[in-house]
């Protein structure tokens, strides 16, 4: 069985540097999910839809880096993007949206999570390690 202690890593400032990334990639990604939203009026959502994103988007992809924080950078941002996507769209599901918002939304939460996790896992990865 694994041991809380296990997971995290040994320097609290790597925790830090694991929330700030967490929270860049989520913001980054609502504010592509934002402009999505405003290219359809049946894409509309209301405000709180955004800052329930960043807060539990945010959460989901900071437990994700570290749990996988010793995988290569692209495999956590793949990750990260997949399974945030999928917890994401779980949500939506009980709060009602309709089924084809769903669908057509996982792929675009997967795609504007994945490209700013790409690219700042990329560049900052050696510090949460």
Same mark, same amino acid.
């Given at each position: 069985? %694994?041991?809380?202690?296990?997971?995290?890593?040994?320097?609290?400032?790597?925790?830090?540097?694991?929330?700030?990334?967490?929270?860049?990639?989520?913001?980054?990604? &609502?504010?592509?999910?934002?402009?999505?939203? &405003?290219?359809?009026?049946?894409?509309? %959502?209301?405000? %709180?839809?955004?800052?329930?994103?960043?807060?539990? =988007? =945010?959460?989901?992809?900071?437990?994700?880096l570290v749990i996988f924080r010793k995988l290569h950078s692209s495999n956590k941002a793949i990750i990260a993007a997949l399974i945030t996507s999928i917890l994401l769209e779980v949500k939506y599901t009980l709060q009602g949206y309709p089924k084809i918002f769903l669908i057509i939304f996982i792929f675009i939460h997967f795609g504007a999570i994945l490209l700013p996790a790409w690219i700042l896992l990329g560049k900052f990865d050696k510090y949460i390690k």
């Amino acid at each position: 069985m %694994v041991k809380l202690k296990q997971l995290l890593p040994k320097n609290k400032i790597n925790l830090l540097w694991m929330l700030l990334l967490a929270l860049l990639i989520i913001i980054l990604a &609502t504010g592509i999910d934002y402009y999505i939203h &405003t290219l359809e009026e049946e894409y509309a %959502v209301p405000s %709180v839809y955004f800052t329930n994103k960043i807060i539990y =988007g =945010g959460l989901f992809i900071f437990i994700i880096l570290v749990i996988f924080r010793k995988l290569h950078s692209s495999n956590k941002a793949i990750i990260a993007a997949l399974i945030t996507s999928i917890l994401l769209e779980v949500k939506y599901t009980l709060q009602g949206y309709p089924k084809i918002f769903l669908i057509i939304f996982i792929f675009i939460h997967f795609g504007a999570i994945l490209l700013p996790a790409w690219i700042l896992l990329g560049k900052f990865d050696k510090y949460i390690k």
